[in-house]
């Protein structure tokens, strides 16, 4: 009752979605609210995360302060990029390439309908305020990097809704960056939907570096269709209370699912992976690499699912997650999980945590190389295979300046 | 250059070097042999700083300086160098990289400027050369991969790479074939000075024949129970080392 309660009153922050597409998902989404609470960690999707907090939390859900030097968060240069600054859709001024359409999602007429996977799922779905529609045209490459730029400020509270959809044999990279600015307790939901078309190419950088006192959610879910290939890279480089969950459908034979992760912790952060490869279909491959190093007390929770149904027969998949702890108060709760129910596949998954090597401490050091220094050529070694996925080089020099920064070090490309 | 005395070191509460007394001169060579077990590795550990071992007494004095005063990496910075007995293998960090970060810590040490791409290159190449490491190895992540000789030849070569005034070398022909003993023999020799001094630990004697000591020690039971010269080391090839521990143990 009370839980009922605490939901009913955080949803009534939020005014009511204005985005057309979605007034189809909108009766499942109120039945969802209706039969479910406010998570508690009594439920195995919270299990690792107390929400006690953003319950609590006085949010001005009226468009908080008006920001209007955002331009400086773009990561990529040469970037045709959309800024969504408190719920504000901001499109390029110039028209892009031919094949790409980028536009408010409040134009679109139909949305893919998503699953509630959670009460903010469910509330995304009601409440979303604006976002950004991105479609790429059947055969289009697109040559340029598209940015989707994520700004908080202030005490804002909100949820985005994001669409992209890469037609059949089209190509394109997409960057998603999240940032805050002088913030003070905000809480943003950002769910994005991709469709990746049959033999369409798509990378996606998903760069998180908002301030500490934020609770960022986001969710994607992707659809893949046949001989298609997907990348993710979850890059989350700083945040308070940070929870991911990415669900991809492997719906077309022949695909291939890249999914990969870094997390560098400190504080008090608390950052959770979900994420889910659904292996619908015969001969696909999917490669997840997860890796994360925690500082301080920071808590890191990563909690992958592998399915592969009955039809997916020959399917390749591989998981893993590895973490360096290099504070004795930093945590880990890392759960992989796989449903096997086709019997010719290949299936494996590890997951590792523990400190730095000691011995290679060591053997560094006495060839002349300070502690500080050995513990981050170890550390970049630790993280290199993960670096190495990153496809934009400019998200690669944003990743290193922002840790260099923020953990006072040097690590170099 | 080193002067060790009435050292006593330990690890998790044993005792295993029970006063052990050593000096080195400048342009020396130095080998120290000994039985498994005789606590030749701790030595070498205990002088490199490895932080498991406790000193519990004694001095070592290195070059003017109260060696157990520093931190490992200041160790190597004055000019001591560890070849390992087993080099550790290192994922994912270049030979070369490591190397190079090494090299500019220790010269910003010594208050120099770092050195310049190029001449870190010129200086690889002809490092790599004196201990014939194919120069793929040399970018290669460290150890990682490499053979049991290519590991030792590796040590060389940094060993090469850093110019130490001291270099311990522990059992480092252990596991090699004549052709590599030849090559790490040569190495040794080329790099030897009278600015430097070297202490190869073993307990074969075959690698005294390519690098020849000025004195050969006998370590038992944590200490240096015995101190000759190149000869000794072929009598403890005949012998074996039982004469001693009876000795001794007397
Ligand atoms: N962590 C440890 N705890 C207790 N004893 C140890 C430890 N490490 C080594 N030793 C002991 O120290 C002694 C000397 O070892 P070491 O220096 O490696 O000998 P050597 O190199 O001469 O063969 C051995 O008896 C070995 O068992
Ligand atoms: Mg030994």
């Given at each position: 009752m009370e839980n009922s309660n605490k939901l009913s009153q955080f949803t009534s922050l939020f005014p009511s979605t204005e985005i057309d597409g979605l007034s189809a998902m909108a009766n499942s989404a109120r039945v969802f609210l209706s039969e479910n609470d406010f998570p508690t960690t009594r439920l195995e999707r919270f299990k690792y995360t107390r929400l006690t907090k953003l319950s609590n939390v006085q949010f001005d859900t009226s468009a908080a302060e008006f920001i209007s030097d955002f331009h400086k968060y773009q990561i990529c240069p040469d970037a045709i990029a959309i800024f969504v600054v408190n719920g504000h859709v901001f499109l390029p001024e110039t028209k892009g390439p031919t094949g790409l359409i980028i536009d408010d999602i409040s134009f679109a007429k139909s949305l893919p309908s998503s699953s509630m996977k959670d009460v903010f799922a469910a509330m995304n779905v009601l409440h979303a305020q604006s976002g950004v529609c991105v479609q790429v045209a059947k055969n289009s490459v697109i040559d340029s990097v598209i940015e989707i730029v994520h700004v908080c400020t202030g005490s804002y509270a909100g949820f985005t809704r994001n669409h992209i959809t890469i037609g059949e044999n089209a190509q394109a990279k997409v960057v998603m960056t999240y940032v805050s600015e002088q913030t003070n307790e905000c809480f943003s939901h950002v769910h994005t939907s991709i469709e990746v078309g049959k033999r369409a190419h798509f990378n996606l950088e998903k760069v998180q570096m908002e301030s500490s006192d934020l609770f960022s959610f986001s969710d994607e879910e992707v659809w893949q269709g046949a001989d298609s290939v997907f990348q993710i890279n979850t890059l989350t480089l700083d945040g308070n209370l940070v929870r991911n969950d990415l669900h991809i459908q492997v719906r077309g034979e022949h695909a291939e699912t890249h999914l990969n992760g870094m997390y560098m912790l400190n504080g008090q952060q608390h950052v959770a992976n979900y994420t889910t490869v659904d292996h619908q279909v015969a001969n696909c491959e999917s490669n997840e690499l997860y890796k994360g190093i925690m500082d301080d007390k920071s808590i890191a929770v990563f909690n992958g699912k592998v399915f592969v149904r009955q039809d997916a027969q020959k399917t390749n998949a591989f998981q893993s997650n590895a973490n360096v702890l290099i504070s004795d108060d930093a945590s880990v709760n890392s759960k992989p999980e796989l449903e096997i129910y086709a019997d010719d596949v290949k299936c494996s998954h590890g997951s590792t945590t523990g400190q730095l090597d000691d011995e290679a401490l060591f053997y560094l050091r006495a060839r002349g190389i300070s502690e500080r220094g050995a513990t981050q050529l170890l550390l970049t070694a630790f993280m290199s295979d993960v670096l190495d996925k990153i496809t934009v080089p400019s998200v690669k020099e944003k990743v290193f300046e922002v840790i260099n920064k923020r953990f006072n070090w040097e690590l170099t490309l | 250059m080193i002067k060790i005395e009435n050292l006593h070191a330990s690890i998790d509460g044993k005792e295993i070097l029970k006063g052990l007394n050593l000096e080195v001169k400048a342009g020396e060579i130095h080998a120290i042999m000994g039985p498994n077990g005789a606590g030749k590795s701790t030595l070498a550990s205990v002088l490199a700083g490895r932080e498991d071992y406790e000193v519990t007494a004694g001095s070592i004095d290195f070059d003017g300086t109260d060696l157990l005063e520093l931190s490992t990496e200041d160790r190597a910075r004055e000019g001591l160098f560890l070849a390992f007995q087993y080099p550790v293998e290192i994922p994912g960090v270049s030979n070369i990289n490591f190397l190079r970060t090494a090299l500019n810590e220790i010269r910003e040490y010594k208050g120099q400027a770092q050195i310049s791409a190029k001449e870190f290159m010129a200086m690889v190449r002809e490092k790599s050369a004196i201990v014939e490491l194919d120069s793929k190895l040399a970018s290669?992540?460290?150890?990682?991969?490499?053979?049991g000789g290519e590991k030792k030849r590796n040590e060389i070569f940094q060993m090469a790479m850093l110019e130490p005034k001291l270099a311990v070398l522990d059992e480092t022909d252990s596991g090699l074939d004549i052709d590599a003993l030849r090559i790490v023999a040569n190495g040794v020799n080329t790099l030897k000075s009278d600015q430097n001094a070297t202490i190869v630990i073993t307990h074969y004697q075959r690698l005294l024949d390519y690098i020849i000591p000025d004195f050969v020690h006998v370590l038992y039971d944590g200490r240096i129970v015995m101190t000759g010269t190149k000869e000794l080391a072929l009598e403890l090839e005949e012998k074996g080392y039982d004469w001693i521990k009876e000795s001794i143990d007397a």
């Amino acid at each position: 009752m009370e839980n009922s309660n605490k939901l009913s009153q955080f949803t009534s922050l939020f005014p009511s979605t204005e985005i057309d597409g979605l007034s189809a998902m909108a009766n499942s989404a109120r039945v969802f609210l209706s039969e479910n609470d406010f998570p508690t960690t009594r439920l195995e999707r919270f299990k690792y995360t107390r929400l006690t907090k953003l319950s609590n939390v006085q949010f001005d859900t009226s468009a908080a302060e008006f920001i209007s030097d955002f331009h400086k968060y773009q990561i990529c240069p040469d970037a045709i990029a959309i800024f969504v600054v408190n719920g504000h859709v901001f499109l390029p001024e110039t028209k892009g390439p031919t094949g790409l359409i980028i536009d408010d999602i409040s134009f679109a007429k139909s949305l893919p309908s998503s699953s509630m996977k959670d009460v903010f799922a469910a509330m995304n779905v009601l409440h979303a305020q604006s976002g950004v529609c991105v479609q790429v045209a059947k055969n289009s490459v697109i040559d340029s990097v598209i940015e989707i730029v994520h700004v908080c400020t202030g005490s804002y509270a909100g949820f985005t809704r994001n669409h992209i959809t890469i037609g059949e044999n089209a190509q394109a990279k997409v960057v998603m960056t999240y940032v805050s600015e002088q913030t003070n307790e905000c809480f943003s939901h950002v769910h994005t939907s991709i469709e990746v078309g049959k033999r369409a190419h798509f990378n996606l950088e998903k760069v998180q570096m908002e301030s500490s006192d934020l609770f960022s959610f986001s969710d994607e879910e992707v659809w893949q269709g046949a001989d298609s290939v997907f990348q993710i890279n979850t890059l989350t480089l700083d945040g308070n209370l940070v929870r991911n969950d990415l669900h991809i459908q492997v719906r077309g034979e022949h695909a291939e699912t890249h999914l990969n992760g870094m997390y560098m912790l400190n504080g008090q952060q608390h950052v959770a992976n979900y994420t889910t490869v659904d292996h619908q279909v015969a001969n696909c491959e999917s490669n997840e690499l997860y890796k994360g190093i925690m500082d301080d007390k920071s808590i890191a929770v990563f909690n992958g699912k592998v399915f592969v149904r009955q039809d997916a027969q020959k399917t390749n998949a591989f998981q893993s997650n590895a973490n360096v702890l290099i504070s004795d108060d930093a945590s880990v709760n890392s759960k992989p999980e796989l449903e096997i129910y086709a019997d010719d596949v290949k299936c494996s998954h590890g997951s590792t945590t523990g400190q730095l090597d000691d011995e290679a401490l060591f053997y560094l050091r006495a060839r002349g190389i300070s502690e500080r220094g050995a513990t981050q050529l170890l550390l970049t070694a630790f993280m290199s295979d993960v670096l190495d996925k990153i496809t934009v080089p400019s998200v690669k020099e944003k990743v290193f300046e922002v840790i260099n920064k923020r953990f006072n070090w040097e690590l170099t490309l | 250059m080193i002067k060790i005395e009435n050292l006593h070191a330990s690890i998790d509460g044993k005792e295993i070097l029970k006063g052990l007394n050593l000096e080195v001169k400048a342009g020396e060579i130095h080998a120290i042999m000994g039985p498994n077990g005789a606590g030749k590795s701790t030595l070498a550990s205990v002088l490199a700083g490895r932080e498991d071992y406790e000193v519990t007494a004694g001095s070592i004095d290195f070059d003017g300086t109260d060696l157990l005063e520093l931190s490992t990496e200041d160790r190597a910075r004055e000019g001591l160098f560890l070849a390992f007995q087993y080099p550790v293998e290192i994922p994912g960090v270049s030979n070369i990289n490591f190397l190079r970060t090494a090299l500019n810590e220790i010269r910003e040490y010594k208050g120099q400027a770092q050195i310049s791409a190029k001449e870190f290159m010129a200086m690889v190449r002809e490092k790599s050369a004196i201990v014939e490491l194919d120069s793929k190895l040399a970018s290669r992540a460290v150890n990682e991969g490499f053979s049991g000789g290519e590991k030792k030849r590796n040590e060389i070569f940094q060993m090469a790479m850093l110019e130490p005034k001291l270099a311990v070398l522990d059992e480092t022909d252990s596991g090699l074939d004549i052709d590599a003993l030849r090559i790490v023999a040569n190495g040794v020799n080329t790099l030897k000075s009278d600015q430097n001094a070297t202490i190869v630990i073993t307990h074969y004697q075959r690698l005294l024949d390519y690098i020849i000591p000025d004195f050969v020690h006998v370590l038992y039971d944590g200490r240096i129970v015995m101190t000759g010269t190149k000869e000794l080391a072929l009598e403890l090839e005949e012998k074996g080392y039982d004469w001693i521990k009876e000795s001794i143990d007397a």
